[in-house]
Every structure is written in C-alpha cells, then in structure tokens.
T-cell receptor
C-alpha cells in the first residue's frame, strides 16, 4: 500500500496570509490526525478527523482549522499566519490504534 | 494528566556500541498504548513498535528491543550494535484508549548520533 502523502512538501508564506495543507491517508484508513512540530514546543496534536467529523482537538487557536472529505483525504488551513506558525506539519492516518505518518509539510512564515 | 518524559536530549555513541533510550510516562488510564517512532533528517516519523498496557512482554526485533515495565511506568528502547543509519531522533508516545480517538502525547525526543 502507498503511505501517507502530504502536499506541498515545502511552503513559504508571509505574515497575514493563509495556507492550506493537504493529506492523503493510507488506503482504507478513515482517521486522519494533524500535528505541529517546532523546536521549541515539540510535537503537538492539532486535531483528528474520522468519517468527515472532527473527533478530537488540541489547544490551538481558531486560526487552525481542518476538514475531511468523503474519500478520507484531509486538509488543514491556517489563516492570518504568524511567524510562530513556522513549523513542520505532520499528518497521520490511523488503523487499529496505530498512527502512520506522512513526510510532513515544512512551512516557513516570513 | 498524561505526560511522556524522555530525559535524554542527545546521546552519542560509537558504531557497534549498545544504546538505551529511556521513556517514562504518566497516565491515569488503566488501558493505554505506548509507541516508539524514529524521525530521520527527512522528517517523516517512522513507526517502530506499539505496546498495549496489558501486555508487559518484552519485544525483540533484530537489533531493536523494548522493555516495558508498568511498575516503573517505563518503556525503554535498546539498540544493540548500533549503526550509523540508526542516527535519528527517537520519540516515545502515549495514547489513551478511550472513545476510540487517536491523540498521541509525545515526549520531547532523544537525538541519537552514531559515530563511525
């Protein structure tokens, strides 16, 4: 099976802009989770979607949002970007309690 | 509250040495899952192992072994005869098993450098 794919792999944006990241889970996986990884805060849970419904959410401001489509693909959106949003954003799809991660999207906010 | 502690920030060893990465966790749940992931410089988190809270058997997979002890809330990872390709950041993670949701709490990671 193909692994989790994320697009784009790299992004450069400026403060105030918005960005949309995409994640395609492993075929058959219905749960998709998103994490933010920064040197200062480490790996932090953003949210999880299952069958197009947000099932769990971390402690991030409302500027961070997501959605999941009927084919289980997921997108996350960050509006009004701040310098502190520069990070590696990781998506994971889950089966049987184990998460399998994609390669991540590196976002740089200037 | 859930918490995962990886006290070792960085470890350097010479190739062929054995190395143990420590992981200590906190949870109030009686049913939970523990994981180890490897993150090479490319950034992708690679799944290594999952252990259920009710299964305290140690696991060995090639040069890798894991020691799970509920009495000390530890889930340590040993690499035997380390190789340069083992150089990476290793994360320990905890997931509670309620409501069927997948939310992992990660430790801060241990950077392993294996020198030739």
């Amino acid at each position: 099976k193909a692994g989790v794919t994320q697009t784009p792999r790299y992004l450069i944006k400026t403060r105030g802009q918005q960005v949309t990241l995409s994640c395609s889970p492993i075929s058959g996986h219905r749960s998709v989770s998103w994490y933010q990884q920064t040197p200062g805060q480490g790996l932090q849970f953003l949210f999880e979607y299952f069958s197009e419904t947000q099932r769990n959410k971390g402690n991030f401001p409302g500027r961070f949002s997501g959605r999941q489509f009927s084919n289980s693909r997921s997108e996350m959106n960050v509006s009004t970007l701040e310098l502190g949003d520069s990070a590696l954003y990781l998506c994971a799809s889950s089966w049987g309690g184990t998460q399998y991660f994609g390669p991540g999207t590196r976002l740089l906010v200037l | 509250a859930q918490k995962v502690t990886q006290a070792q920030t960085e470890i350097s060893v010479v190739e062929k040495e054995d190395v143990t990465l420590d992981c200590v966790y906190e949870t109030r749940d009686t049913t939970y899952y523990l994981f180890w992931y490897k993150q090479p410089p490319s950034g992708e988190l690679v799944f290594l192992i999952r252990r259920n809270s009710f299964d305290e058997q140690n696991e060995i997979s090639g040069r890798y072994s894991w020691n799970f002890q509920k009495s000390t809330s530890s889930f340590n990872f040993t690499i035997t005869a380390s190789q340069v390709v083992d150089s990476a950041v290793y994360f320990c993670a905890l997931s509670e098993a309620f409501s069927g949701t997948y939310k992992y709490i990660f430790g801060t990671g241990t950077r392993l450098k294996v020198l030739a």
